[in-house]
């Protein structure tokens, strides 16, 4: 996959730093975007896409909008209705560690910013794989622990510690935070997803990049140390084995 341009790192950064005030805006464009990956490595039309805790269903909309079938799985009913609108036709209320898709149905498995919600990353990962049919993608994209937006709304402050961040947070917005590490999120870092995912037998790593950055994007994620805090975000792109 070639490094994308320094303009469209700047475009997604810009919608995402106006994310509260145009949520429809940034998320269409994510969802543009992160589909434009996928199909870097194979054509949607006409393939099914499991997308897996995609909210209020962007990413299944524009997938379906690229002739995919998609269907949306998402486990929690908030997300769900984030929109004020009705979810996507057809989304299911489910949990990502038990879908309630048949074995090998897939052509892609789709899951944007997930990861870091899951306590149990390996059995999360172990349900995406099983789901993608052999020669499939599996395409997971998460926020590390030691990203600056590892904590999230509290970020960059969860450097101090997650609680001193979280109550920092509630006490300058008199809001409560959405998260609570531990509960929601989770402190998953680079190098271990890296290991567990190339010791599977049942996938290949087609790409493990930073998911935003304009250049140098695989090289930044094959540092130790350093990727923990500049890939931002990791994108990994796999392929299910035969």
Known sequence: MKDPSLRRSV???????????EPERCYALLARDAADQVERHLPVNGKVVVDVGGGAGYF????RRRGAQ??????DLRELGARGAKPPEGAVVADGYLLPVATGSADVTFSS????HVADPQTFLSELVRVTRPGGLIYVAFTNWLSPWGG??????????AERARARYERRTGTPAKHTLGVN??????GP??????????????????????????SVAKVPGVREFTTWNLLLILRRCP
């Open 70 to 75: 998609a269907f949306l799985f998402e486990p």
């Open 113 to 116: 910013n997930v990861l870091e």
């Open 152 to 161: 999230h709304e509290w970020a960059p402050w969860h450097y101090l510690g």
């Open 11 to 21: 475009t997604l950064f810009r919608a995402f730093m106006r994310e509260r005030q």
């Open 60 to 63: 299944t909309e524009e997938f």
């Open 185 to 190: 999120l989770y402190a998953h870092h680079i």
């Open 193 to 218: 997803t890296l290991r567990q995912v190339r010791a599977r037998e049942d996938v290949t790593v087609v790409s493990a990049r930073s998911r935003y950055w304009p250049f140098l994007a695989e």
